[in-house]
């Protein structure tokens, strides 16, 4: 029977760039999905590495700065390995903040109404704003590009089959079981995000936050040369995000809703007119497509990340809404732990431990 290093459960962005770092340090990997690589929650997000937040608990903070500061690095090496561009785009975002709040990052500055108009002259709001050195990635490229560079590196995927069951013998993980197979390997990570609960007999305590989006296009017939706005721009009500093919992303509900994926045809017609009120040329612009996904939330809205009480056991999961964003961290701390190093950075407040 073949056996790995490490399976990991789940092929989402954690679960991919885990893959990919751990081949980079001579580990065996095997990726096992319930379905096809990245089509859950990195499929619907959004994209932004907004490092910038000030609602963020200092130590999220700290990791989402430090993780950002990886992202270039990150991309070109992306770049090199898979022949394609997640589409990182670094024009920064326009927030208009809620009151009492002020961007907590490095880089920020407040834009008067003539520097606004001079950075995005289609935008109709007025006030206090603030620009933010923050960028964006299309998240299903930037799967794509992960996927590929695995393979290329030799991971070895299994997909359309769910893992049921953490497979332990002596008091130690032995792999992984799905309703078909059995895969040996000496250490398992649970990367399965709003369903690593149901690892049997030990989930993670995460839950499924639902997030529903919208994606506008310019008019059929009308070619322009970029998108309609440069930036990503933020509001108390939803955020605008440009991509590069000129599609713009409008986003995003934070719903308590199970496991429901549906998509609510009033939700989306409040999202348009929310952003038409941001930027009225949006109502020139078609609704394209809508969809639901999510989120991996925590009890207390920490990732969970490290070893487990289970030798053998690990968890990399929870990341809420910030998984594309933690995911360069998150893999090179993973790695480092499963090497058997200590990390570079402190995952003390992240550890699986702290729901015992």
């Known amino acids: 029977m073949k056996t790995w290093d490490v399976v990991i459960i789940g092929g989402g962005v954690i679960g991919l760039s885990l ?8 580990a065996s990997v095997l990726v096992v999905d319930k379905a096809e690589p990245a089509r859950e929650a990195t499929h619907a997000a959004g994209g932004m590495i907004a490092h910038c937040d000030p609602g963020n608990p200092p130590a999220l ?9 990886m992202y270039p690095q990150f991309i070109a090496e992306l770049r090199a390995e898979a022949f394609e561009s997640p589409d990182l785009r670094e024009d920064g975002t326009i927030a208009f903040p809620g009151d009492g709040e002020s961007p907590a990052c490095k880089g920020a500055r407040s834009l008067q109404d003539e520097e606004l108009l001079q950075l995005e002259p289609l935008i109709a709001l007025r006030g206090r704003a603030y620009f933010m050195p923050e960028c964006s990635v299309d998240p299903r490229k930037l ?5 590929k560079a695995a393979r290329k590196l030799g991971v070895d995927f299994v997909t ?5 069951e953490v497979a332990v013998l002596g008091g130690r993980v032995t792999g992984a079981r799905t309703a078909k197979s059995f895969y040996m390997a000496a250490a398992v990570v649970n990367c399965a995000g709003a369903w690593a609960s149901q690892m049997k007999p030990f989930g993670m305590p995460t839950r499924p936050v639902k997030g529903q989006m ?5 008019p059929a017939g009308v070619h322009t040369a970029g998108p ?4 990503v721009v933020r509001t108390p009500d939803l955020y605008i995000i440009p991509r590069s093919d000129r599609r713009i992303l409008l986003g995003a509900t934070v719903e308590e809703a199970g496991f429901d994926k549906h998509v609510d045809a009033d939700t989306v017609q409040r999202l348009h007119q929310a952003a038409i009120h941001v930027v009225p040329e949006i109502a020139q612009m078609r609704i394209h497509d809508a969809w639901a996904g999510l ?11 490290g070893a487990t009480s289970l030798p053998g056991y690990y968890a990399a999961t929870g990341h809420y809404r910030d998984g594309i964003m933690l995911a360069p961290l998150t893999a090179e701390v993973m790695t480092q732990l499963l090497k058997g190093r200590s ?7 992240f550890s699986p431990l702290r729901f015992l």
């Open 19 to 26: 893959a990919r770092s751990l081949r980079h340090s001579g």
């Open 61 to 69: 903070a700290r990791m989402i700065a430090a993780s950002g500061r």
């Open 295 to 305: 989120r991996p939330g925590s009890p207390d809205g920490l990732p969970i990340l």
């Open 143 to 147: 799967a794509s590009a992960l996927e």
């Open 160 to 164: 359309g089959s769910a893992v049921t």
């Open 228 to 231: 309609l706005i440069r930036h």
């Open 214 to 218: 919208v994606c506008v296009v310019p």
């Open 343 to 349: 990390p570079d950075f402190d995952m003390t407040p």
